[in-house]
């Protein structure tokens, strides 16, 4: 059974960082293309950003473009998203999702964690 555990939302001021992190477990994690998604209050759920299985393609939504950076570590099945220069706009909940196919697709990412809470004040 494949899980995605979420973890390194909170409340910042704008300006600030954070670092997101998912854990993966159950499936074979280098198999794997790695996307973060969001979702804020009262809108659909967006594309942020993505890896490819190995690392070395990485893709980004133009509003995240320049200030989020991904990443993998496929010897700890973890993939994280570094997010500087917050911005009010950026609050919502964060979702970690896996595809077996490079995409920033949301219909084409099987497995989903929970999410975590990112919220940004003024």
């Known amino acids: 059974q494949v899980r995605l555990v979420e973890s390194g939302g909170g409340l910042v001021q704008a300006g600030n960082s954070l670092r997101l992190s998912c854990a993966a477990s159950?499936?074979?994690?280098?198999?794997?293309?790695m996307a973060w998604f969001r979702q804020a209050p009262g809108k659909e759920r967006e594309f942020v950003a993505a890896?490819?299985?190995?690392?070395?393609?990485?893709g980004y939504a133009d509003s995240v473009k320049g200030r989020f950076t991904i990443s993998r570590d496929n010897t700890k099945n973890t993939v994280s998203l570094q997010m500087n220069s917050l911005q009010p706009e950026d609050t919502a909940v964060y979702y970690c999702?896996?595809?077996?196919?490079?995409?920033?697709?949301?219909?084409?990412?099987?497995?989903w964690g929970l999410g975590t809470q990112v919220t940004v004040s003024s």
């Open positions: 159950g499936l074979t994690f280098s198999n794997y293309a």
């Open positions: 890896i490819s299985r190995g690392g070395v393609g990485t």
């Open positions: 999702a896996a595809s077996r196919s490079w995409s920033k697709t949301e219909a084409d990412f099987t497995s």
